[in-house]
């Protein structure tokens, strides 16, 4: 795309759609187009990353009047995805306050709940009458207190008493005290509670915004529901990069380069070129098997398919019922025995399904030898065993990863097939060693 041709002519819609293909330059340009308004409209929703694309092509005195429109929580996003070298600059366009409080925001990791929250919110005492704290509340709240949804009470030494939302303040009379119409059964997160759990505890209870407390329950900030949708964006995106075999990439798809593109994927797939040769050593173990009867050989592909297509399901069912908190760790017994009753049963409808697939094409085509019925009856039981054994692993593996300290996401589809195709070798010649001895061995 030209953008000196055809950016003139763009809508901030058009914009938006054009954007991830655009290059850094041609955004900054469709930008500069934008007035006033609409660029305000287009550039907060953005992610930190491309904010701060846009900022370092400004002049100096645009780059002050941006970041300091930006609330604090997303100031601090734009400074901490910057280069380290243009980190302090980045400080000093924004007010002394404001620079004191992003500082402190910036000491936190930028996947827990204090490197999410905003330290500016709305507060009052106990003992305020309505009245007072409404008065209070105007002189209070400022431009970067943006979706003020609740009021917080705190005390003297800043611990969290209770919440109030804006529609219970108005609705009070006004001689009525705080402390009076408050609730103080305050769900909240601490200020290193990672941003998973944030994002589960907003999906459960579809709060518009959460507290954020330290360990003495005294209030750092609040994270809003618009914070915690990129977090929920990102962390889909992640495990999805994840469950694919590869690791996760921080910037869109078009905008990575070829190297960076081709380290990201590389990784894990020498990993698993490696896993994959297990695979050949274990055929190579069972070599005289094969050499003494080679129609077993033309049913590995599907029997190892199968246990890991089996192991591909259970494992992107288990990981995702983790990220919505539907199981624990604890539950991993119980997950157990379900997913191998599961597993036997699909293996059964396979196992079905081959063996009388085996039989039809020996009645059509004679393929199999006098001994088909044999060969169906290993190929049936091998794909019951593998099917369930595959099952069983997808569904553990997120677990024992999780128990490890490691995100459940990287038991990715491949590493699961790859890890069932092993097994796999191992129970369907091992089986056919005792079906057919005597016969075909």
């Given at each position: 795309m030209?953008a000196?041709?055809s950016?003139?002519d763009l809508?901030?819609?058009e914009?938006r759609e054009?954007w991830?293909?655009l290059s850094?330059?041609e ?5 500069s187009l934008?007035?006033r308004e609409s660029?305000?409209?287009f550039?907060?929703?953005?992610l930190?990353?491309?904010?701060a ?6 002049t ?6 941006w970041m ?7 100031a601090?996003?734009?400074i ?7 980190r302090?600059?980045l400080?000093?366009?924004l007010d002394d306050?404001?620079r ?6 910036l000491l936190?990791?930028?996947d827990?709940a204090g490197?999410l929250?905003n330290?500016?919110f ?9 009245d007072?704290?409404i ?8 431009d970067k207190q943006?979706?003020?949804y ?6 003297e030494?800043q611990k969290?008493?209770?919440?109030v ?5 108005f609705k ?5 005290l705080?402390?009076d119409?408050m609730q ?15 994002s589960?505890?907003f999906?459960?209870?579809?709060f518009l915004a959460l ?9 750092r900030?609040i ?7 990129h977090?929920m964006?990102q962390?889909v995106?992640?495990?999805i ?8 990439l921080?910037?869109p ?8 593109m ?8 020498v ?5 994959e040769?297990?695979?050949a050593?274990?055929m190579a ?6 050499a003494?009867a080679v129609?077993l050989?033309l049913f590995v592909p ?8 089996s ?5 992107t ?5 983790m990220?919505l908190g539907e199981v624990?760790l604890?539950d991993?017994?119980?997950i157990?025995g379900?997913e191998m009753?599961?597993?036997l049963?699909?293996?059964c ?9 085996i039989v ?8 199999y030898?006098e001994?088909y ?12 065993g593998?099917?369930m054994?595959g099952?069983?692993a997808?569904?553990m593996?997120p ?5 490890l300290?490691f995100?459940?996401a990287s038991a990715?589809a491949?590493f699961v097939?790859?890890l069932v195709d092993?097994?796999?070798?191992m ?10 001895r005597?016969?075909l061995?």
């Amino acid at each position: 795309m030209n953008a000196s041709a055809s950016t003139a002519d763009l809508t901030i819609n058009e914009i938006r759609e054009a954007w991830p293909v655009l290059s850094a330059e041609e955004r900054f340009e469709a930008f500069s187009l934008l007035d006033r308004e609409s660029a305000q409209e287009f550039f907060m929703p953005l992610l930190a990353r491309a904010k701060a694309s846009l900022i370092s092509q400004m002049t100096e005195t645009d780059r002050t009047l941006w970041m300091r429109l930006l609330p604090l929580d997303d100031a601090a996003d734009v400074i901490q995805v910057s280069h380290p070298k243009k980190r302090e600059t980045l400080l000093s366009l924004l007010d002394d306050q404001s620079r004191q409080e992003v500082r402190a925001l910036l000491l936190y990791k930028e996947d827990v709940a204090g490197g999410l929250m905003n330290p500016r919110f709305a507060r009052v005492r106990p003992h305020l009458t309505v009245d007072e704290a409404i008065r209070y509340l105007r002189l209070q709240i400022s431009d970067k207190q943006e979706n003020i949804y609740y009021v917080y009470v705190l005390d003297e030494s800043q611990k969290l008493l209770g919440v109030v939302s804006f529609r219970d303040i108005f609705k009070a009379p006004p001689h009525k005290l705080i402390s009076d119409i408050m609730q103080d059964d305050v769900i909240t997160v601490t200020e290193n509670q990672d941003q998973e759990v944030v994002s589960r505890i907003f999906s459960q209870h579809k709060f518009l915004a959460l507290p954020v407390v330290d360990r003495d329950r005294k209030m750092r900030g609040i994270i809003t529901a618009d914070d915690i949708m990129h977090v929920m964006q990102q962390e889909v995106t992640e495990d999805i990069h994840k469950l694919g075999g590869m690791e996760a990439l921080k910037r869109p798809y078009m905008q990575i380069g070829f190297w960076h593109m081709l380290r990201k994927r590389a990784g894990w797939l020498v990993v698993l070129f490696f896993g994959e040769m297990l695979t050949a050593s274990a055929m190579a173990y069972f070599e005289e098997e094969i050499a003494r009867a080679v129609v077993l050989a033309l049913f590995v592909p599907l029997i190892i398919s199968s246990g890991g297509n089996s192991g591909s399901q259970a494992t992107t069912l288990i990981i995702r019922a983790m990220a919505l908190g539907e199981v624990k760790l604890r539950d991993w017994l119980r997950i157990a025995g379900r997913e191998m009753g599961i597993g036997l049963g699909l293996g059964c409808i396979l196992s079905v399904i081959g063996f009388f697939r085996i039989v039809a094409w020996q009645m059509f085509f004679h393929l199999y030898g006098e001994h088909y019925l044999l060969v169906a009856l290993a190929v049936s039981l091998s794909l019951a065993g593998v099917v369930m054994w595959g099952t069983l692993a997808g569904s553990m593996l997120p677990l024992i990863l999780r128990r490890l300290g490691f995100d459940p996401a990287s038991a990715s589809a491949p590493f699961v097939a790859t890890l069932v195709d092993v097994s796999g070798i191992m129970i369907y010649f091992s089986a056919s060693a005792l079906i057919l001895r005597g016969t075909l061995l």
